[in-house]
């Protein structure tokens, strides 16, 4: 799992203007669950936006 940092970075390179805070936060929020010790690598990949298509 990248640093938040990395995360904003690529966002920053993606956007073609400055990200909304809800964007922002929305990029890292799946990594944010291993702060729960209890959570799988299965539960986090489902939540990655990625496999929401």
């Given amino acids: 799992m990248p640093y938040p940092m ?6 920053l390179e993606l956007c073609s203007r400055t990200p909304s ?20 690598r299965s539960e986090k990949v489902s939540l990655k936006p990625r496999n929401w298509i």
């Fill in 6 to 11: 990395v995360h904003f970075a690529i966002d």
């Fill in 21 to 40: 805070s809800s964007f922002l936060i929305g990029s890292i929020a799946p990594d944010a669950v291993h702060v729960r010790g209890d959570v799988t």
